[in-house]
């Protein structure tokens, strides 16, 4: 058991700074008088402790005020990806159970559309700034302890593959996240996290929760743009940012050579394996950026680089955190140094399995080691590398390619923006790799000659079969690649 | 369940600084090997999970191996206080029920005049450097995971009064703990914690664990020397240092007026309420002391001034650490604001009670709450004021008299190196303070002089009516004034 954080947390040091939302400053004092009138709102609403509540929200103050009133009413956060289609949105909300959605005025007609077959369903439609409406005079307890044990959050993971699965978190899966991410970042008194990601995914979500936990400030940003994220970094005192590689692509081309001040101490990089011409340009410019692996599953990072070894193992996201078991393996055994396998990871973060769905979490989790179907493999030291997802491997004539090794080397070619790999089948191999490119804008550039540039760069079964120069490339909203719509548009 | 917190520290940063005691200098991969050997070593003696290995040991690289390698086998903790006569050392052997006595050649006299009738327990001489000692061949199971409910340490409480009562510490009562302080005093890369208290008690033993956990440097000092201390601070960039307040004195005494540099960011002050003239001496001179208010049965720290509020809360201890709840109790009800009553406290820091002594843990424990014996109370913003031991309270005609406060008042005359006060019987008003006071070298003061000085500071009833110049005080190892030897000096 421990206190309720918002309320320990204000009780401990009720005026500091908790929140900034464009001109709006919020003490920790501030947010837990929003969380609790919130509470109090909803409290009029007939849930019970343990409902599920999804949020169809922009990033915001109501978003993090929600946080806080639907533990403190003991409800489950449900939040959903405001990029989904109404038809992905009800889907979600089905198999959540949810008893109650609140949107915004910007997700209305998703809402809306996407609930009109749910009638067990209750909506609430949230004004802006919900602390301008009367306050109601419910009475509510006063805050309670949270057990570590209780669900905190029905997250879906953003999966660029397959199905989405809801995984449970705990208040305890988040606790030690945050435990686990301060005994490798550091905590500092002077710390400000800036959440540029989406809060609805479990990057974001982990920058609010460490907030109250760790009584840091924390900027949100309603969206992700690169020049706001720079000046918020120049002029606000950010210490830690969190990004994935296309927003930290963005950041540095629109700041040019000019080098982030010293106050920003950590750019956490997760999202994905990372380019590595992209790590180079930071190491090139002083960028104190750290790779990090997380997963929806284990309550965001699973394993981060130190900062203290951002340069000598460059590429790699780290060791483990903490309180985290990571190994990775092969054909049911662990593997050794060097070898190639699935990333499996135990402890205090990782999730008790999907809501509803055994089947799903038996598949996953054997002798509470959780399997992510992620390839990776540790170095001599320790250090893991993360190659690509499983359901992304090409098999072709017997040898595995992954995506991402062709991606980083088309990447690096002096004309291309950006670069999407899959397989598509092949009479004679089974697989072979096939290629979507983005240009650079004005930059020339064939099929032919990337080609070319790979083979010199690649063993010949890696080397892209099609090459496709493409304008753009799916991505989800936290910036990962979807190969799926990719493969489909070969169809 | 959390990985073996050295191995685990070992694992992601295996070349950091982890100890240094005089030249000894170790990598938390040379104290991991250490601490391995050690228990290679202690594996052949046939103990059994659970069993207690007493601890009779001189601050040094040994007891630190000693406590890491006690962990790995499953072997629980009883460090003893090397000040203890044969007699009181017997008694915690016997009340432990230890299975070993380790001791070095300091405490040799000691360890075997207390263990001369206790045809149980085995006895092992520890040479100063036992890695010298050839390894031993016997192949140890690696480490494992460490429940966090298991029982780390048996510590015997160093109360002033009444008998020791020997305070169960699990592996999660020292995690929560050294969360807690992290998130108090937050975590720096360059974190070096100096520890010259006793290691035996548990405001040293958290240091050690401290280190492993957030893998900074601990410099362990072999006994107090202000000397020492100050030149450490000075030239070995310690960032952290806990003492007690006859320490602090000692060490502010021995440097004059010099200021210390800015890389000492905390002085972790406890043992106790501290003299007001004392903080308002570091204020001027810039020291960034914190008080803290700790205790055996809560493995350290329960509540710790912040440091940005070491100022404007002088003489406070602070708001509870984030994980522990801590409210004053008047007559079995939370007491309001500014209203003296019993701290009792909650949380995960809390001792599961105190070991094969059931009704002594019903006595404290209630509801969770554990009952501290020390009067206290809260001001309006919840900042916590220790005032003393409930079991030092003197009562005088139906007035309370607490001995801290006059003794402030008394250490507070320029002439006064050091002051203890107790109660004595009085046939009108039941019992009267009486007071000891150590007068500053080559200062003249008299008895009268000082009552008068209390006179015009203290109501009647809280002027000492004796006033006895001695030498010198009795105090403990970690410094707490022993009142009771005081009192019974008066028989």
């Not at 496709?468 to 979807?482: D, I």
Request: proline share 7%; charged share 20%.
């Amino acid at each position: 058991m421990l206190p309720d954080w918002l309320h320990q947390r204000t009780s401990l040091t009720p005026d500091r700074l908790a929140l900034v939302v464009g001109d709006l400053h919020w003490s920790f004092r501030d947010l837990d008088q929003q969380a609790t009138e919130m509470a109090q709102r909803l409290s009029t609403l007939s849930l019970s402790i343990g409902d599920r509540v999804a949020l169809l929200l922009w990033n915001g103050a109501p978003f993090v005020t929600l946080v806080h009133a639907l533990s403190r009413l003991g409800l489950v956060l449900v939040p959903l990806n405001t990029r989904l289609t109404p038809a992905e949105v009800r889907w979600q909300l089905f198999d959540a159970r949810a008893r109650l959605l609140i949107y915004d005025e910007v997700n209305a007609q998703s809402a809306i559309a996407a609930t009109h077959d749910l009638p067990e369903l209750r909506l609430l439609l949230l004004d802006r700034w919900p602390h301008h409406l009367p306050p109601l005079t419910s009475h509510l307890p006063p805050p309670t302890s949270f057990s570590l044990a209780a669900i905190h959050t029905l997250l879906y993971t953003s999966g660029t593959t397959g199905y989405p699965k809801g995984a449970l978190l705990t208040y305890g899966n988040h606790w030690w996240s945050a435990m686990g991410s301060a005994l490798n970042l550091g905590l500092h008194a002077d710390d400000r996290w800036l959440a540029c990601l989406p809060l609805f995914h479990v990057g974001g979500l982990a920058i609010l929760l460490r907030g109250v936990i760790y009584g840091n400030t924390v900027i949100v940003h309603e969206t992700f743009d690169s020049a706001a994220v720079n000046q918020a970094i120049d002029e606000e005192g950010v210490t830690l940012v969190s990004v994935v590689s296309t927003m930290l692509q963005r950041m540095l081309a629109e700041r040019g050579e000019r080098r982030y001040p010293p106050t920003l101490r950590c750019v956490l990089l997760g999202g994905g394996p990372a380019p590595r011409d992209l790590l180079e340009a930071c190491a090139r410019r002083g960028v104190p950026v750290v790779q990090t692996y997380g997963l929806t599953e284990a309550a965001s990072q699973v394993a981060t680089l130190a900062p203290e070894d951002a340069l000598r193992k460059l590429g790699s996201a780290g060791k483990p955190l903490f309180p985290t078991e990571l190994r990775i393996e092969r054909e049911g055994a662990e593997a050794s140094a060097g070898e190639v396998g699935e990333i499996v990871v135990r402890g205090p973060t990782v999730t008790p399995g999907y809501a509803d769905h055994p089947e799903a979490t038996a598949q996953v989790m054997r002798d509470g080691w959780f399997h992510t179907g992620d390839l990776g493999y540790l170095d001599e030291e320790g250090y893991l590398y993360v190659l690509d997802r499983r359901d992304d491997l090409i098999i072709s004539g017997g040898e595995n390619v992954y995506p991402a090794e062709v991606e980083a080397v088309l990447r690096s070619h002096p004309a291309v923006e950006d670069a999407g790999v899959v397989g598509v089948p092949d009479e004679r191999w089974g697989q072979v790799p096939a290629a979507f490119v983005v240009a650079r804008a004005g930059v020339e550039v064939t099929e032919a000659d990337l080609k070319s540039f790979c083979d010199a760069r690649l063993a010949r079964y890696k080397v892209p079969t099609y090459v496709n120069l493409v304008p753009s490339l799916p991505r989800n909203a936290s910036g990962k690649l979807l190969r799926r719509v990719l493969a489909e548009n070969l169809k």
